[in-house]
């Protein structure tokens, strides 16, 4: 079996941090990007879980290779799970992170529980349907004022008591060893042997033709760089 994994995303820090956390095995990581121009994923699930596989089995069964995708977000207890799967479009479809904060913060202005956590859920399917999926977590709190000035997102407003600071107020390398999405990588690549086991007979047992692109002829693809 080819040892390849693309990974629905074309964030470079997404890429290489896999590829740091896989150096040791005979797996090999693209994205997105290798592929030159793709039909985009519709990410309408009701869970993280449902995006996650959404965005995997899309570009699995467009390139015909096993993908894995990422969805993740803030889920604030005294919202009733809000932002959730709407994080980074809560205070708008093009709302910036900084916008996005400030509603947070509106919203929980007379909020005493300030209890949160960020969840993600990598989901790796292959071209026929089947699909594995692991989870993270990292519980915290929501500030009432923005700290810090580093990372991204929710950053500034998640205070994550362990460090005694909000996930802005450190460095990424702090970060990824406790963050959601840091957790749910540690975990498949703690199990990367016994997955490509798994995709080995998935991939043997579907044997899926060559990708039908017909639905996507719009797009202008390259086909040298096609796998």
């Not at 990581?29 to 959404?54: H, M, R, S």
């Not at 093009?94 to 956590?117: F, G, I, S, W, Y």
């Not at 008591?161 to 802005?168: C, I």
Request: glycine content about 8%.
């Amino acid at each position: 079996m080819n040892k390849i994994i693309v990974l629905a995303t074309n964030n470079k820090n997404k890429v290489e941090e896999f590829q740091e956390l896989l150096k040791d095995s005979p797996v090999q990581i693209k994205c997105l990007q290798d592929y030159g121009p793709l039909p985009e994923a519709i990410e309408d699930g009701e869970t993280f879980d449902d995006n996650a596989y959404k965005k995997a089995f899309h570009y699995a069964r467009v390139l015909g290779v096993p993908c894995l995708a990422d969805d993740s977000g803030l889920v604030v207890d005294v919202l009733d799970g809000q932002p959730g799967v709407y994080s980074a479009r809560y205070a708008g479809e093009k709302a910036t992170d900084r916008e996005n904060c400030d509603k947070l913060l509106h919203e929980m202005e007379e909020k005493d529980n300030r209890r949160a956590h960020f969840e993600c859920v990598l989901s790796l399917a292959t071209p026929g349907g089947p699909a594995l999926t692991w989870e993270g977590r990292c519980d915290g709190e929501i500030t009432r004022e923005r700290r810090g000035e580093s990372g991204f997102g929710y950053d500034p407003v998640f205070f994550y008591p362990d460090f005694d600071k909000t996930f802005a107020e450190v460095s990424m390398e702090q970060k990824s060893k406790v963050s959601h999405r840091g957790r749910a990588m540690a975990e498949f690549a703690g199990e990367i042997d016994k997955v490509l086991v798994w995709l080995k007979q998935r991939m043997e047992e579907i044997k899926p033709p060559k990708p039908d692109h017909s639905e996507f002829e719009h797009n202008d693809w390259s086909k040298e760089r096609m796998v």
